[in-house]
């Protein structure tokens, strides 16, 4: 079902059409269209029916989404229909935040292995897990069949953590760390930067400011 | 400094262009390229020489961007020449987490108020600040001069929480709660949501395994 002809840009919006669409769902509204989807977006119709123009014929001119039908092609394209197994490192308070939140279980991903390097740590519950030492890593990737690896980790053991991680099979990395990774292109890689947003947020107040 | 004709998605991109810039700079790299810029943020170089001539003729060719001059730039587009005063609302894990989060501090945003409603919380100490009632919210918004609030709150308050930062006169939201808000034209709202990276690193799993 995934299309490799789907611009990036594209992909990296049907997660909020989705959530859009979950909170239609929520909300027992059977047809949503574009203006709808684009208002709980914060972005324009005519963007929200290019995007999802790219995924087949799905709306129904004058009458809009079917909201069942959309949420499941969009997490089939997603890849999210079934549930990926992820591990976490770094059970620091990002890392403790991470893994109680609870928009990842519900948008199918499961939390498998925790790990830490701190004696401390290891061996403590964690959530439903018990916290394993990085000293143990690819083995319990392997065993636990890790699909995703979060890292929460300091900067300096971040990209040495995301060889070993891409060593051991693991196919996509989520990095929290504020490091720039190198990883084989074969390899998924996500950066987040939470002062991103708070940049943008600055750049409204400074134009409002002029 | 800031120009109203600067697409959105070129903003978004700014952080990213600074976070690289400022990577060149402790590598004491003097001058940089596009081709440069685009491998430290996973972009192409065209669309990097494109985003920053909406900021003017700031490269030159054959050359390439100093480094020092790029930055001055960017932070003064997105407003973070000038310290901005910021607030947190909800000291659970996210909070605390973000709270420590040093890259927050290092790209010109300082916190100035923690606000909580567990009696248990109000009153203790977080990093340098005393943690304050919800129930003095506007009061010290005001006081403290506060342009950012941040919201790691409950689901179910947290409209409300805005609502009432709106009146006080906070001009920016950055939102983490799982919940879609609504705020005037005039204040600049973010939604954080942590869970959208792992469905776009999910696309890319689900594309490997066709």
């Known amino acids: 079902m995934p299309r490799t002809d789907v611009p990036q840009t594209t992909i990296q919006r049907l997660p909020l059409y989705l959530r859009a669409l979950l909170q239609a769902e929520e909300a027992r509204r059977p047809v949503v269209n574009s203006v709808d989807i684009a208002e709980m977006c914060g972005t324009n119709a005519a963007q929200v029916r290019k995007d999802l123009s790219y995924l087949g014929e799905l709306g129904t001119r004058g009458i809009g ?31 403790s935040a991470l893994l109680s939140y609870r928009g990842f279980a519900e948008r199918g991903f499961e939390a498998v292995a925790v790990f830490d390097s701190d004696p401390a740590k290891i061996g403590s519950r964690a959530g439903s897990l018990t916290v394993v030492s990085t000293d143990d890593f690819e083995a319990v990737l392997e065993e636990q069949d890790v699909e995703i690896v979060i890292l929460t980790t300091p900067a300096g053991v971040t990209q040495q953590l995301a060889d070993r991680a891409v060593a051991a099979g693991v196919k996509a990395i989520l990095n929290f760390a504020p490091v720039r990774l190198t990883v084989p292109e074969t390899v998924a890689l996500r950066q987040v930067c939470l002062s991103t947003d708070l940049q943008v947020l600055s750049f409204h107040l400074a134009q409002g400011q002029q």
Chains 1, 2 share one sequence.
């Open 65 to 95: 989404y079917d909201v069942e039908a959309l949420i499941a092609h969009i997490s089939s394209v997603l890849g999210i229909t079934q549930q990926r197994r992820v591990a976490l490192v770094g059970l620091g308070r990002l890392g």
